[in-house]
C-alpha cells in the first residue's frame, strides 16, 4: 500500500501527483529539445517530430502489457520500472549521435518509460484507494500532468540556454532518477489484488463491492460497454490532439507574435489541470456522462474559437481558446479512469484498463499527422479542425452510451 498501514489516501494522491508531474513534464520536454536538435543536426522536422508520433504508438502498444504487469507484479514495481526507463533515456539522449539513436532512445524506450511511469499504474493505484469521490480524487493526482509540463518546460529552456541541450538532457534525467526512486521505493508498497486492496478502500462506502474480484479480462472485452468505452478512448484524441500539436503554427500563421502564443498556451496549461480537477468532481456530483460532455462542450468551443480567429484574428479569441480548450483538455483522462473502475474495478483492472489506453493511443498517433496532411493539401486547418469537433460530438455520445443501463457489464 502507500505510505504503510496507518498512512492516509492524501500520502497516495501527494506520490502519484509527484510522479505523473516529473514523468510527463520531463516526456514533453522533447518539444523543448526539438529546436537545438534540427539546428545542431540539421535533420528534417518531419523526420523528428516522427520520433514523438513513434513513442504515441509503442505507449499504446504497451499500455494491455503495462496494465497486465500491475495486476501480477502491483503497481510499485511498475511505477519503479518506468521511471528508471525515463529518467536513463533522459541521461543516454545527451549522447546521441545518430537520428536512429534518438529513435530508439526517446521513441521507444522513453516510451516504455511514460507508459510504466504514467497514468495506468497511476489510475489503478488511485482506483484501489478511493471508491466515493474517485473522479475528483483521480483528476486531483492528473493535474499534476500540467502542472508538470508548466514547470519543466522552462526549466529545460533555461538549462540548454545555460548548458547547451546535451548537459540539459543529462541533469533532467539525473534529476528525475533522484526525485522518482527514492520517492516510489518508500512510498509504495505493492498492493495485490483481493483482501489488502480491499482493506485500502478506506473511502468506500460499499465494502462488498470493493472485495470484489470484479470481471476477467475475456469477460470485460466480451461487453459491449468495454467496446463503447473503447471507441471514447480512441476518438477523444482524435477531437483533441490535431488541435494542440498543431495550436502554435496555426497562431503564428494568423499573425500573432511568437511570445503572445507562448503566453497563450502557457495559460491553456494551467488551465488544464484545474480542468482535470473540476470536471472529476462533476463526474462524482452529476454524473461521468454529463461531466464529459460539458468536457467536450470546452474543447468545441475553444476550437470553434481558433476557427473564428482565421477568419478575424483577435487577441481575445485566443484568450477564449485557451480557457475552454485548456479546460477541456485532459478532463477525459480522471473521468475515463473512474468510469472504467465503476464497471470493470477489481483483480484485472489493469489489464482492461491498459487495454482500453490502447485505443487512445491509437487515436492520439492518428490525430496530429490527419491535421498535418489537411495542411498540406488545402493550406489551412479549418476542415481539420471542424473534424475535430464533430469528434467532440462521437465522444460525448460514446459516454452516454456507455452510462446507458442498457448495457449489460457481464
Not at 512510498?187 to 480491499?198: D, F, I, N
Not at 498543431?246 to 491553456?268: E, N, P, T
Not at 485566443?318 to 485532459?330: E, N, P, R, S
Request: aromatic fraction near 12%; hydrophobic fraction near 50%.
Amino acid at each position: 500500500m502507500v505510505g504503510g498501514p496507518g498512512a492516509a489516501p492524501w500520502v497516495a494522491l501527494t506520490i502519484v501527483w509527484l510522479t505523473l508531474a516529473t514523468s510527463y513534464g520531463l516526456y514533453f520536454s522533447f518539444s523543448i529539445f526539438f529546436v537545438p536538435l534540427i539546428e545542431e543536426f540539421r535533420w528534417s522536422r518531419g523526420l523528428t517530430a516522427g520520433i514523438f508520433s513513434l513513442s504515441t504508438v509503442v505507449q499504446g502498444l504497451a499500455s494491455p502489457i503495462v496494465g497486465t504487469l500491475v495486476d501480477r507484479l502491483g503497481p510499485r514495481r511498475v511505477l519503479l520500472a518506468g521511471a528508471a526507463l525515463l529518467g536513463t533515456a533522459s541521461i543516454l539522449a545527451s549522447r546521441i549521435q545518430h537520428l536512429w539513436e534518438l529513435y530508439l532512445i526517446t521513441g521507444v524506450m522513453a516510451a516504455l518509460g511514460m507508459a510504466g511511469a504514467g497514468w495506468v499504474p497511476a489510475g489503478v493505484l488511485l482506483s484501489r484507494w478511493f471508491a466515493r469521490r474517485r473522479g475528483g480524487m483521480i483528476g486531483l493526482a492528473f493535474s499534476g500532468m500540467g502542472i508538470g509540463v508548466l514547470v519543466v518546460g522552462p526549466v529545460a529552456q533555461y538549462l540548454i540556454v545555460q548548458t547547451g541541450w546535451r548537459r540539459a538532457s543529462l541533469l533532467l534525467g539525473v534529476a528525475t532518477l533522484l526525485l522518482l526512486i527514492p520517492l516510489l521505493w518508500f512510498g509504495v508498497k505493492s498492493v495485490t489484488p483481493g483482501g489488502s486492496e480491499a482493506s485500502l478502500r478506506r473511502d468506500s462506502s460499499s465494502p462488498d463491492r470493493a472485495a470484489s474480484a470484479g470481471p476477467s479480462v475475456r469477460q470485460a472485452l466480451l461487453t459491449r460497454r468495454f467496446w463503447v468505452l473503447f471507441l471514447a478512448s480512441f476518438v477523444t484524441p482524435l477531437a483533441v490532439m490535431p488541435v494542440f500539436v498543431h495550436q502554435v503554427a496555426f497562431a503564428v500563421d494568423q499573425g500573432f507574435s511568437r511570445m503572445f502564443v507562448a503566453s497563450i498556451f502557457g495559460l491553456s496549461g494551467v488551465l488544464s489541470s484545474v480542468g482535470r480537477v473540476c470536471f472529476g468532481v462533476i463526474s462524482d456530483r452529476v454524473g461521468r456522462a454529463q461531466a464529459a460532455t460539458l468536457s467536450f462542450c470546452c474543447t468545441a468551443g475553444g476550437t470553434l474559437a481558433l476557427l473564428v480567429a482565421e477568419i478575424s484574428p483577435h487577441p481575445g479569441l485566443l484568450y477564449a481558446y485557451a480557457i475552454l480548450f485548456g479546460l477541456g483538455f485532459g478532463a477525459r483522462g480522471p473521468i475515463m479512469t473512474a468510469m472504467a473502475t465503476d464497471f470493470f474495478g477489481g483483480e484485472r483492472f489493469g489489464a482492461i484498463y491498459g487495454i482500453l489506453n490502447f485505443g487512445n493511443g491509437i487515436g492520439a498517433a492518428l490525430g496530429p499527422w490527419y491535421s498535418g496532411l489537411v495542411h498540406d493539401l488545402t493550406g489551412s486547418y479549418r476542415w481539420a479542425f471542424v473534424t475535430s469537433m464533430s469528434f467532440c460530438g462521437v465522444g460525448a455520445a460514446c459516454f452516454w452510451a456507455a452510462a446507458s443501463r442498457r448495457l449489460d457489464v457481464r
